[in-house]
C-alpha cells in the first residue's frame, strides 16, 4: 500500500528557510514523478516542483531559485528545501507521486507553511 506522509511545515518569517520532507512507502520511485503542491487559501492547487528518477527536476517560476526538490538516498523520503521565503508561499504543501504511464495518482495529507512578520 502506497502511503505519503508529510512534515516539516510551521510558521516561518520573510526569508527564513523551512525543509518540508515527504516519507514514502510503497512507492518504487523509478515507477513515479514525485512533486510537491501547494494550495493557498482560496486559491487552486498549484504545482510546486517535481523529480523525475533520472533526477531531472521542474520548478514553478514563482518558486525557481528559492526551492530545492531532492530525494534522500537510500530510502523513499523526498524533500523541498525553501529558502528565502515570502508571505506569498504561504499555503498547504502536499507532496504526490504521479505514475509516469498509468494508474493511480498519490497525495499525502500537507502540511501547512505559514510565512508572515
Known amino acids: 500500500q502506497i502511503q505519503l506522509v508529510e512534515s516539516g511545515g510551521g510558521l516561518a518569517q520573510p526569508g527564513d528557510s523551512l525543509r518540508l520532507s515527504c516519507k514514502t512507502t510503497?512507492?518504487?520511485?523509478?515507477?513515479?514523478?514525485m512533486g510537491w503542491y501547494r494550495q493557498a487559501p482560496e486559491k487552486q492547487r498549484e504545482l510546486v516542483a517535481t523529480?523525475?528518477?533520472?533526477?531531472?527536476?521542474n520548478y514553478a517560476d514563482a518558486v525557481k531559485g528559492r526551492f530545492t526538490i531532492s530525494r534522500t538516498m537510500p530510502g523513499g523520503t523526498f524533500d523541498l528545501q525553501m529558502d528565502n521565503l515570502k508571505p506569498e508561499d504561504t499555503a498547504v504543501y502536499y507532496c504526490?507521486?504521479?505514475?509516469?504511464?498509468?494508474?493511480?495518482?498519490?497525495w499525502g495529507q500537507g502540511t501547512r507553511v505559514t510565512v508572515s512578520s
Open positions: 504526490n507521486a504521479r505514475p509516469k504511464t498509468w494508474g493511480d495518482t498519490y
Open positions: 510503497g512507492v518504487t520511485f523509478s515507477w513515479y514523478i
Open positions: 523529480l523525475e528518477f533520472d533526477g531531472t527536476t
